[in-house]
């Protein structure tokens, strides 16, 4: 009998540039893609019922850009030894991810391989935009592929047209937003979860999102309906990698706490912690997750021990203007109490560059935020109109200038005008503010509320340090971070010239000796500010404003409710909306 022949399937999640045209990439990267286990989940599911016929074997490998190296070379060699067809799927890729996805994508097209490009950037850019933008073109000029919508139950048509040679240029399923329960849940193979630094797997447990947020993308791709996972299908998820060892999970819902099936498939998990299976989890929820009844209570017993709130902004007029109306300031301080009353760690995105904002606004901002709300990490974003988002689409159909380089399009660079900073004015005010929230007061302050809410505070040390050293020393956000640079002399943009090696290895090893030489001081002065801490024989005596309960400390003592006046009208908006309710009730 003949062996089966071969088709290759190469999924590769790209990273991007850095400023110096580097690809971004670490001995130990952040964060897992749910993209490439979603795809890659998908794949073995094609594999195990062999959607391309019992003479075809489907060889996948699955590769992480952010921890692995690309070598288009020993890919392409190992596909000419092996023999048979092969695609190659630039998976996930978001528009900061486009311009190296699309310089992988040319060298395998040169091979002669197929190659589809899917994500986040060609998806929103048909979802939103009337006209394709001129890097897709080029794509498609270049006989790639684009893939848009979502992957279940389409991957097998996908294979079967590259393997009989009818790859098509388009695939568009943004109208048909497929049922997600029952179908492969993510997966990645051990070896990929154990280039992650938390040793941490994905899924998504649910997509879509009921609010209108301007800025985002993910309503305009995924829809504003909640479609879920069942609770079987995320026990089977938890039980495979339970298997490789891996019990940690990052729910990448943008808003697990608008997914319909929420408790279900937290009462499946608590169940699975009872049975002996050691779950934890970090996940996203809005600002309103609080007052879900059972909700907060339930992600504490399933095992939540971080939690990513969508905060934004304190400033009412700027959350009215990013349509991000669900935000209430005068609910923050309850929300924010309520996750520390289980034990959950709280992280805010804080979104800079509002229309109102100025450089003083900011910092006062930031001083508010530090003094009257209990939150433990801030990370902090550039406003970015997103191709994907509203606020893109109505920039570029307004004409305004936009960056044309893609790779700018990761919330740390400014890509478009400001009403009244000027481009070098927000950017400085930008990188001000992570030295500003992470100051040695407030470390010192964040540090004496963990010890009092009950969670240990070297792990908070650590957390600190682990979302400031990046901005100082890498220059980099700190999702986008990792342990360990890798930066390979090779490995540089097209346009940007080769360095000699005499040049690009000395440097390169200075900059590791004052990068890490500066962390490590850094890390060395944290442990002071700790040990000071931990000295204090009371720390359950420690109280200030921000953990002080909202009965206890009146509206009219907090700046965060009359700094603004926009913030004053919409206590006065709430208060009288509350006078109503009771004279009706």
Known sequence: MKDPRPFHLILIKPSHYDDDGYVIQWWRSSLPSNSL???????????????????????????????????????????????????????????????????????????????????????????????????????????????????????????????????????????DLPDMRGTPTPYLPADRIHRTMGKRASFDAGRGCPYLCSFCTIINVQGRKSRHRTADDVERLIRANAEDGVSNFFITDDNFARNQNWEAIFDRIIALKASGLPVRLVMQADTQSHRIPGFIEKAGQAGVDRVFLGMENINPESLKGAQKGQNKITDYRAMLQAWHG??????????????????????????????????????????????????????????????????????????????????????????????????????????????????????????LFAFHAPIVYERMHPLEGGLIRIKRRRDRRPGFPMESPLRFYPQLAWEFVTKYGGAYRMHRHYRGILAKVLADPNPDAYKDVAMTPDAEAPQESLELLSATPSAQAFVKKRQEMAARRRAAG
């Open 37 to 175: 286990a979603t795809v890659y989940g998908n794949a073995l599911d094609c594999v195990e019922r062999s959607v391309l016929g019992d003479d075809v074997e489907i060889r996948l490998q699955v590769l992480d850009e952010t921890n692995t190296r690309i070598d288009v070379e020993r890919i392409l060699q190992g596909i000419e030894t092996a023999g048979g067809d092969a695609l190659v799927g630039m998976v996930g890729v978001q528009t900061n991810q486009y311009p190296r996805a699309l310089d992988l994508a040319k060298r395998f097209r040169a091979a002669g391989l197929m190659v589809v490009i899917g994500g986040f950037h060609v998806s929103g850019c048909l979802s939103m935009l009337k006209q394709r933008p001129p890097e897709l073109e080029e794509a498609l000029g270049l006989g790639i592929s684009l893939f848009a919508g979502e992957l279940e139950g389409r991957l097998e048509t996908l294979l079967q047209d590259a393997a009989s040679g009818n790859l098509q240029a388009l695939y568009n399923y943004l109208g």
């Open 342 to 463: 289980v034990g959950v760690l709280t992280y805010a995105g804080y979104i800079i560059g509002f229309p109102s904002d100025t450089p003083e606004s900011i910092r006062r901002d930031i001083a508010i935020i530090q003094r009257e709300l209990p939150i433990d990490i801030m990370e902090f974003f550039i406003l970015t109109p997103l191709p994907g988002s509203k606020d893109h689409q109505r920039l570029v159909e307004e004409g305004v200038p936009l960056d044309p380089d893609m790779n700018n399009y990761d919330t740390q660079h400014v890509t478009t005008a400001h009403p009244t900073m000027t481009k070098v004015e927000w950017e400085a005010i930008y990188r001000e503010v992570w030295d500003l929230y992470y100051s040695d007061a407030h470390v010192e302050t964040v540090l004496r509320r963990a010890r009092a809410w009950g969670y240990d505070p070297k792990q908070m040390l650590a957390k």
